[in-house]
């Protein structure tokens, strides 16, 4: 089955700094990358999400690359303000609806005044 | 509506009882899903529902029993749980379509077992 690897586990940054969290997926099948934002005690929310036959896309300050070929993706946030800070998750699928969403294993981010 | 709704939002119960948490959504999606979540942990796929019928079951113990009665609701009952059971259990819905997947979560069920 497909195993996503995330790094780093936590990640501080000073506001206004970038922010940079990396997984790789193992199942050369997934085609279907998204981004999860969980602030303590609430649901995850999806923030940003990709597919196999695009290799970057971007929605303000959050941007997400992918290089199936090395089978990575990332996820950049620019400008970071303190409410961004939370614990992000990569997933990964293949892609459509009732399939099995294998996660990573969290990035706590603490964005510091 | 864009709102997985669950029921109750804390649960606390023994060993021996027998309780059920709740699932509802009104966006006409016709995949549901039960996802368990420890502290600090990525949530964790236990079963899926496609169009009212159990197409993933990931090997969940008995005492953990999924239902769908229709396609807007989706049941998790339980039964003899452990302490270890004890975590935050996330229902969430999306659509069957690809390119149409995007999970919607629900605010979750605290459950603590005794």
């Known amino acids: 089955g497909e195993n996503v690897e995330q790094h780093p586990s936590t990640l501080s940054v000073q506001e206004g700094d970038s922010a940079v969290i990396k997984c790789t997926y193992s199942?050369?099948?997934?085609?279907?990358f998204p981004w999860y934002k969980q602030e303590l005690g609430k649901r995850p929310q999806l923030i940003i999400d990709i597919r196999s036959n695009v290799g970057e896309k971007k929605d303000q300050r959050i941007a997400v690359t992918l290089n199936k070929t090395a089978k990575h993706f990332s996820l950049h946030i620019t400008e970071t303000q303190p409410e961004d800070s939370a614990v992000y998750f990569c997933a990964a699928s293949m892609g459509g609806g009732g399939n099995k969403l294998t996660f990573g294993t969290g990035t706590q981010l603490k964005v510091e005044l | 509506d864009t709102e997985v709704t669950q029921t109750p939002k804390h649960l606390v119960m023994g060993m021996t009882n027998k309780k059920s948490l709740k699932c509802e959504q009104h966006m006409g999606h016709r995949a549901m899903y039960w996802y368990k979540q420890k502290a600090k942990k990525p949530p964790e796929l236990m079963f899926v529902y496609s169009y009212e019928k159990l197409s993933i079951n990931e090997s969940v113990p008995s005492r953990f029993s999924p239902e769908c009665p229709n396609s807007s609701l989706l049941n998790l009952h339980l039964h003899a749980l452990q302490p270890e059971d004890s975590a935050l259990y996330l229902c969430a819905s999306s659509q069957q379509d690809r390119g149409a997947e995007k999970l919607f979560f629900g605010s979750g069920t605290q459950l603590s077992v005794l």
């Open positions: 199942d050369s099948a997934s085609n279907y």
